[in-house]
Antibody
Framework: EVQLVESGGGLVQPGGSLRLSCIASGFSFSDYWMNWVRQVPGKGLEWVANNKEDGSEKNYVDSVRGRFTISRDNAKNSLYLQMNNLRAEDTAVYYC?????????????WGRGTLVTVSS | DIQMTQSPSSLSASVGDRVTITCRASQSISNFLNWYQQKPGKAPNPLIYAASNLHSGVPSRFSGSGSGTDFTLTISSLQPEDFATYYCQQSTITRPYTFGQGTKLENK
């Protein structure tokens, strides 16, 4: 079955760290850029970061740059998001998402998400 | 950043109605515009890509149009399973890949 499964969310204090994981199955993981997209409960969607197929290029939204690090291990079909110096405004459901390949791309595969709550 | 603005933010309609949701980009994005449907507690599901192309398996009652800055998502005859929140998203080369704020479609 083609799927993405996230894990690693939880409750963390402001200033703390958390590492999210996303395990892919059913497709050739190393052929795709991979993304993290987040959603504050009850609010809209926000692109967070993406990582090139071979891991060589990484991009971030301004609000997380310098605090979050995206990485991948193609041998393990896994995507990661290391989140440091967490803030209350980082509280959200974090989705792993696969974009289609080509110029006219869109997210055709999403995980179920993992909830990160930043609170004291 | 490219701002994506949807209207309306919420919409009440009945089964069988024709429904139109609008998405406006703050600058021209050609046809690099996608639509997603999200139900409570679930991940978004793709509906339309490149402004007017249906994702595999999406019913033909859904359609998209537009180019440049103005786009529409139309549901020709609303079905019970269509009550959800809809998001547009720009997928140009310009990061961040921004989404609209969402349109919640409710049962009248």
């Amino acid at each position: 079955e083609v799927q993405l499964v996230e894990s690693g969310g939880g409750l963390v204090q402001p200033g703390g760290s958390l590492r999210l994981s996303c395990i892919a199955s059913g497709f050739s993981f190393s052929d795709y850029w991979m993304n993290w997209v987040r959603q504050v409960p009850g609010k809209g969607l926000e692109w967070v970061a993406n990582n090139k197929e071979d891991g060589s290029e990484k991009n971030y939204v301004d609000s997380v740059r310098g605090r979050f690090t995206i990485s991948r291990d193609n041998a393990k079909n896994s995507l990661y998001l290391q989140m440091n110096n967490l803030r209350a405004e980082d509280t959200a459901v974090y989705y792993c998402a696969r974009p289609t390949r080509g110029s006219y791309w869109y997210y055709d595969l999403w995980g179920r998400g993992t909830l990160v709550t930043v609170s004291s | 950043d490219i701002q994506m603005t949807q209207s309306p933010s919420s919409l009440s309609a009945s089964v069988g109605d024709r429904v139109t949701i609008t998405c406006r980009a703050s600058q021209s994005i050609s046809n690099f515009l996608n639509w997603y449907q999200q139900k409570p507690g679930k991940a978004p599901n793709p509906l339309i890509y490149a402004a007017s192309n249906l994702h595999s398996g999406v019913p033909s009652r859904f359609s998209g149009s537009g180019s440049g800055t103005d786009f529409t998502l139309t549901i020709s005859s609303l079905q019970p399973e269509d009550f959800a929140t809809y998001y547009c998203q720009q997928s140009t080369i310009t990061r961040p890949y921004t989404f609209g704020q969402g349109t919640k479609l409710e049962n009248k």
